[in-house]
């Protein structure tokens, strides 16, 4: 038996079992450090005697390096509480058992690798598009970490400001991907959350244009067969063939592979998990923290 945790801005989803099959969750808020994580520990301490390791996909940033002395902990978050939060760390000590550890994004991906959407492929993308954006990538099997983790949200894209006069709402960079297409972006751009826009809304075609600018970066950097769109944002199924129409008009058939023909269904898609591809990567993750 293994524990997963999906550690989320709002919410934190643990779980225990071996995979979609079996698995069995439970959700708390996510308040201070100091309340949460007692829930999580008690959640696990109650449903699973026998813990072989726990996974955990976190909300970032995150120091991901096994050789620094703040491996396990939530770095730069303006989170209340949670900046410089050793949390896995924490799990570990409560627990007793060793600990995976990685970014949200990057459980998702190993989730869909596993049992999803990107099942037998070496090389794939899961991007959410929700409060933020953030992506996690394979390439040839290994989940990309590198220096720290990617941060794929941050991709700065061209802005014709004559088009869109919105400034962006990144801290950091104003309008970066994320600074002009996450969730809050589309709110405070036209001034009603993205949930209740109709979908002949001019925010629509926007909003496709610049992740099929994300989406070509990606694909002619990584040369990933195949993306997968996930968060609160691509619950509106209409933007999946928007952004595939965007995407081929950018590219203007450079690239050249079967998959990129006949409509991109496949290449761009959303992933097959639903919301608990993170929850499901976090399984794996316990798994590896086992053998290791
Ligand atoms: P988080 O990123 O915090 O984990 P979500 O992925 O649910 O959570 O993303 C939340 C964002 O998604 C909010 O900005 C919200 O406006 C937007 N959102 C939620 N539901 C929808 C929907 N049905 N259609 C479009 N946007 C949505
Ligand atoms: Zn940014």
Redesign the pocket.
Known sequence: MFGGIEA???KFVCGVGTGPNDIHTAQFPTSAPEVTLPEVIGFFERVAGNLKAVGIGSFGPVDLDPASPGYGHITSTPKAGWANYDLAGTVRKALGVPVGFDTDVNAAILGEARWGAAKGLSDAVYL?I???IGGGAIVHERVVHGMVHPEMGHLRIPHDTARDPFPGVCPFHGDCLEGLA???AI?ARWGS???VLAPDHPAWELEAHYLALGLVNLTVTLSTQRILLG???M??PHLFELIRKEFVHLLNGYVRHPSLLQGLDDFIRPPQLGNQAGILGALVLAERASRL
Do not use: I, Y
Request: charged share 0%; glycine share 42%.
């Open positions: 989320g801005g709002t959410t929700g409060t933020g996450c969730g809050p709110q959350p993205a949930g968060g609160g944002v619950q509106q």
